[in-house]
């Protein structure tokens, strides 16, 4: 057994001894607003946003970003489990400003080992057992924080399965301070509007 999965494991067994109440939880968010953020071992939507177990839905992907699958879990936080309010969250020095779609596919094509930082350049350990797999991922990287936020805020606000009346806020959160900062076009974009009507397919 690795050392990662006996500590995993004995944090669990910790914390089911006393887990009591818990149990009694209800699948839908007691506090019905659900956070879109990115995976970053920095960043704790439950201390920054001040969350205890059954309170929101938390969805985490690399950045944060809207991606289609980000926006399926949305839709059934809203549809199915009643969430009325989203918060877009990406962070400062978020690991996906630092490459791009090229540098990632060029990255896989060589080999799939973990890559490193030299020199302000991304190198791989040796040379091949590579795939090109990955030309075909947009790997949603970002060049501009509050740029992605009012993006990924306008992504989620223009798609036609995601009411009118559901708010949608934008914010950065500083891993200096912990503090989250607001982006004001992405709160304009994200605001509710009137019901839109859609054109039944079919």
Not at 115 to 134: C, E, F, L, Y
């Amino acid at each position: 057994m690795s050392q990662i999965l006996e500590e995993v494991l004995n944090a669990n067994q910790s914390y089911a001894s006393s887990f009591g109440s818990k149990s009694k939880l209800a699948a839908a968010p007691a506090r019905q607003f659900a956070i879109l953020t990115c995976m970053d071992s920095r960043l704790d939507p439950a201390k920054f946003a001040g969350l205890a177990e059954g309170d929101a839905h938390v969805i985490r992907n690399a950045g944060g970003r809207a991606s289609d699958n980000a926006i399926r879990s949305l839709v059934v936080s809203y549809k199915l489990l009643g969430t009325k309010e989203w918060f877009v969250v990406h962070h400062t020095g978020c690991g996906m400003l630092q490459f791009t779609n090229e540098i990632m596919r060029d990255l896989l094509s060589q080999r799939l080992e973990t890559a490193t930082v030299r020199n302000g350049q991304w190198k791989d350990p040796g040379a091949g057992g590579g795939s090109t797999a990955g030309d075909y991922i947009d790997w949603l990287t970002m060049r501009d924080l509050e740029h992605s936020v009012v993006s990924d805020v306008k992504q989620i606000r223009s798609h036609p399965l995601v009411p009118a009346r559901i708010v949608i806020y934008g914010y950065i959160y500083d891993v200096s301070n912990g503090r989250l900062v607001e982006v004001p076009e992405a709160m304009k974009a994200g605001q509710a509007g009137p019901a839109r009507q859609h054109a039944a397919i079919g």
